[in-house]
C-alpha cells in the first residue's frame, strides 16, 4: 500500500529556535499534501494545505509566518516552525492522498514537537 | 460545510465484549465516511472506508461500520474486542465532488479491560 513517511517523530528544541518536520510520500507522487495539529486528547485540526510549486493554503487562524510550509517537489513537504514557543508543543501529523486511489489519504507517522 | 460528531469521548468495555462506537454526520452533499485508528504516538491507519454501493463495510481487524443515510450515521462495530484494540478511533468524511480534505470527529477513545 501507499506509504507516507514523516521525520522526526520526535523532537525537543528550545524556545526561539525553528524546527522543520519533513512528509514524504514513498511510492506515490503527491501534488497535495496536509499538514494536521493534535492536541493531547483532542481530535486532528487542519493547519494547512501544501500545494506542489505553489502556496500553500492556510486555514482560519493559523499563522502563516509562523508555521512555514514548502512543497517543492512531488514527494516532499516540509513544515518548518519558527521561533517556537511552549504553546507550539502539539503532535503534527501530515497526510498524503495518493492520486490513483484520490478517495484515502494515507498519514505518517507523526511528530511529537515539546519546546521547552 | 459539513461536520462530525462522535457522540462518546471513551468507550469501556471488557476484552471479548461487542462494541459499537457512534458517528452522525451533517453535510449539504454527498459525502465518503472513513473510520481511523491511532495507536499512542503515531499517525492515523485507515479501518474502513465506504464510498458507495453496500451500505455495510467491512474493514481489517475485524471491523465493520454501517452507513446509514436516513440517519446521516456511520457507526463502527466490532463484535469481540481484544486488548490490542485499545486505542483513539476518529470518524472522518470528505466531500464527494471537490478535494482530499478530510474533515474529523472528535475522536473515541476505546478502552479495553481484561
Known amino acids: 500500500g501507499a506509504v507516507v513517511s514523516q521525520h522526526p517523530s520526535r523532537v525537543i528544541c528550545k524556545s526561539g529556535t525553528s524546527v522543520k518536520i519533513e512528509c514524504r510520500s514513498l511510492d506515490f507522487q503527491a501534488t497535495t499534501m496536509f499538514w494536521y495539529r493534535q492536541f493531547p486528547k483532542q481530535s486532528l485540526m487542519l493547519m494547512a494545505t501544501?500545494?506542489?510549486?505553489?502556496?500553500?493554503?492556510?486555514e482560519q487562524g493559523v499563522e502563516k509566518d509562523k508555521f512555514l510550509i514548502n512543497h517543492a517537489s512531488l514527494t516532499l513537504s516540509t513544515l518548518t516552525v519558527t521561533s517556537a514557543h511552549p504553546e507550539d508543543s502539539s503532535f503534527y501529523i501530515c497526510?498524503?492522498?495518493?492520486?490513483?486511489?484520490?478517495?484515502?489519504?494515507?498519514f505518517g507517522q507523526g511528530t511529537r514537537l515539546t519546546v521547552v | 460545510a459539513q461536520s462530525v460528531t462522535q457522540l462518546d469521548s471513551q468507550v469501556p468495555v471488557f476484552e471479548e465484549a461487542p462494541v459499537e462506537l457512534r458517528c452522525n454526520y451533517s453535510?449539504?452533499?454527498?459525502?465518503?465516511l472513513f473510520w481511523y485508528v491511532q495507536y499512542p504516538n503515531q499517525g492515523l491507519q485507515l479501518l474502513l472506508k465506504y464510498l458507495s454501493g453496500s451500505t455495510l463495510v467491512k474493514g481489517i481487524n475485524g471491523f465493520e461500520a454501517e452507513f446509514n443515510k436516513s440517519q446521516t450515521s456511520f457507526h463502527l462495530r466490532k463484535p469481540s474486542v481484544h486488548i490490542s484494540d485499545t486505542a483513539e478511533y476518529f470518524c472522518a468524511v470528505r466531500k464527494n465532488n471537490a478535494g482530499n480534505m478530510l474533515t474529523f470527529g472528535g475522536g473515541t477513545r476505546l478502552m479495553v479491560k481484561p
Open positions: 497526510s498524503a492522498p495518493k492520486q490513483a486511489l484520490n478517495t484515502e489519504a494515507f
Open positions: 453535510s449539504s452533499v454527498s459525502v465518503y
Open positions: 501544501s500545494n506542489e510549486g505553489s502556496k500553500a493554503t492556510y
